[in-house]
T-cell receptor, first 110, second 116 residues
Framework: GQNIDQPTEMTATEGAIVQINCTYQ??????LFWYQQHAGEAPTFLSY????GLEEKGRFSSFLSRSKGYSYLLLKELQMKDSASYLC???????????FGTGTRLQVFP | DADVTQTPRNRITKTGKRIMLECSQT?????MYWYRQDPGLGLRLIYY???????NKGEISDGYSVSRQAQAKFSLSLESAIPNQTALYFC???????????????FGPGTRLTVL
């Protein structure tokens, strides 16, 4: 079966750095996605990792370790607009479906 | 113009009524999905379709049905709505080709459904 765990809530200060962790267990792994979702809005794509290592895209970076079943999303130079939920999702190799975690709600304070 | 659209955006209905939620896309993607989102439970897959002739159940398909009328259209029906189907519903699309970003899913704006 599949299981994805991420913290429910996190808080941070404007300008700081925050790391959101995601651990997963899956019978067949074919990539990990991070999405951002503001309250009441659609999720939007942030990053994709299929190989081990760090993918950097501006203020956001995502890391993957397949052997550990672990990923993190790193947000630098936090801005108030980064207050949102961050969803970790794993694609199952056998079905090509995405399995989503319950999301981490990040609140950024001035 | 939005690439993935959903209608209606909000709907309040009564127990036992039949409801249809519609999704259209102009991205030219072959794959479409319906999810529901509940507080604390994340996004859960209801049904998905990898092409017009392919319909598959997701993890929570009971009480729902779908129709893929064309590559660009995927409708979700609640034959007899019940209160625990109150949720935020999202349609999503993706491309099966060898695109970048791992062929990520693109989400519509969502439909907020309330069943009284």
């Amino acid at each position: 079966g599949q299981n994805i765990d991420q913290p429910t809530e996190m808080t941070a200060t404007e300008g700081a750095i925050v790391q959101i962790n995601c651990t997963y267990q899956t019978s067949g792994f074919n990539g990990l996605f991070w999405y951002q979702q503001h309250a009441g809005e659609a999720p939007t794509f942030l990053s994709y990792n299929v190989l081990d290592g760090l993918e950097e895209k501006g203020r956001f970076s995502s890391f993957l370790s397949r052997s550990k079943g672990y990923s993190y999303l790193l947000l630098k130079e936090l801005q108030m607009k980064d207050s949102a939920s961050y969803l970790c999702a794993v694609r199952d190799h056998n079905t090509d479906k995405l399995i989503f975690g319950t999301g981490t709600r990040l609140q950024v304070f001035p | 113009d939005a690439d993935v659209t959903q209608t209606p955006r909000n709907r309040i209905t009564k127990t036992g009524k039949r409801i249809m939620l519609e999704c259209s896309q102009t991205k030219g993607h072959d794959r479409m999905y319906w999810y529901r989102q509940d507080p604390g439970l994340g996004l859960r897959l209801i049904y998905y379709s990898f092409d017009v002739k392919d319909i598959n159940k997701g993890e929570i398909s009971d009480g729902y049905s779908v129709s893929r009328q064309a590559q660009a259209k995927f409708s979700l029906s609640l034959e007899s709505a019940i209160p625990n189907q109150t949720a935020l519903y999202f349609c999503a699309t993706s491309d099966s080709g060898t695109g970048g970003h791992g062929n990520e899913q693109f989400f519509g704006p969502g439909t907020r459904l309330t069943v009284l």
